[in-house]
């Protein structure tokens, strides 16, 4: 840690006295929310714990309201509006074992059978998208002022895009869902198997065939230009990039061994790409040329552990990270200094 804060890159930390189980938190204030299973903290900047409450079970889902209000949600249902210590709201959001998103006060939740279902911090109900597609929501996440989930059946994958309305956009069969990641113009890239897909409202397009297959950890990030850049998790440990028109712009092999956790991948103003590995690496590559053009470290617990599902790898379109490896730090650091010549010298856009 102390190498890092020694950087040029660097903007500010934080310790924590308890291992996350899912990603820190900012609050407003620039305070810190984090959940250890059934706990929920926060702590200062210095990383003292202004204070904890005790949840019926443990958190899959955290986010931040303005007021420095936290939304909590639980495996078991349960939700939570906390402020200072103290319970504003609580209530049942029955469904997947998903964290949640929330656009604004609008907090959106992943219902059974590939339902949505929206209420207020208060716990009022909103809106909501029926369920009718039996199986596992396998994926759900927000771009823009988007949802998708896929919903993985006996038959196949269900992919379901709504507003932040809850009204259907697109519902799409898939035989199987590998990755997906957003574009910055509200489409998806999606994996399904070797096929890479751009979605746009109901067009669905197959831009390039993926070869050798991808495995099951695979990992898929895009830019605004519509460049994938795709962890196959295979074999070789291949990092590839397809650009929009379906062409392959490069390939390298990962400079680290398979693993059996792959790593986060995240692209900024789309001159770098970064990943974080499970020993908390995060490698920068030039996206014109896929070469390593720098790595840095933040320990990951070593014997004593970390929490993989901790790990937070976010990175802006101005080049600013946050990352955290899923132990007891977090930090943000300027990726454009990170980056060096590569960034000076891009081109992109």
Known sequence: MWRIRLSPAF??????????????????????????????????????????????????????????????HTR???????????????????????????????????GENGAVLAFDPAGAPLWSLP????????????????IALAVQ??????WRVADESGA??????????????????????LLEGSRLHRLSGGDDQITATISPPPGRNARMTADS????????????????TIGAN??????????????????????????????????????????????LVNQTQLYAGGSRGNSPRARVLRVDPLEGIELAAGFLSMVTLDGAKLGGEAFTNCQFG
Request: charged share 15%; proline share 6%; aromatic share 8%.
């Open 11 to 72: 903007i500010r930390s934080v310790t924590f006295d308890t291992v996350p189980t899912l990603p820190p938190v900012r609050l407003e204030s620039g305070n810190y929310a984090l959940a250890n299973s059934e706990a929920v903290s926060v702590l200062s900047p210095a990383g003292k714990t202004l204070w904890r409450v005790t949840t019926d079970g443990v958190v899959n889902g955290l986010v931040a309201l303005s007021g420095d209000r936290i939304v909590a």
């Open 76 to 110: 078991s249902g349960q939700a939570m509006t906390l402020q200072n210590g103290r319970y504003n709201a609580i209530w049942l959001a029955l469904g997947a074992d998903q964290p949640f998103l929330n656009f604004g006060e609008k907090l959106v939740f992943a």
């Open 131 to 146: 369920g009718d597609r039996p199986g596992q929501t396998i994926f759900y996440g927000q771009n823009g002022r988007q």
């Open 153 to 158: 059946g006996e038959s196949g994958v269900i």
């Open 168 to 189: 259907l956009i697109s519902e799409i069969p898939l035989a199987e869902l590998t990755a997906a990641a957003p574009l910055p113009d509200g489409s998806w890239m």
């Open 225 to 240: 230009d519509g460049n994938s850049y795709i962890f196959l998790g295979d074999s070789d440990t291949t990092l590839l």
């Open 246 to 291: 379906g062409g392959l712009r490069w390939r390298i092999q990962y400079p680290y061994p398979a693993n059996v956790l792959p790593p986060l991948i995240d692209v900024g103003g789309g001159c770098l790409l970064y990943t974080l590995d499970a020993d908390g690496t995060m490698n920068i590559f030039n996206t014109t040329d896929g070469m």
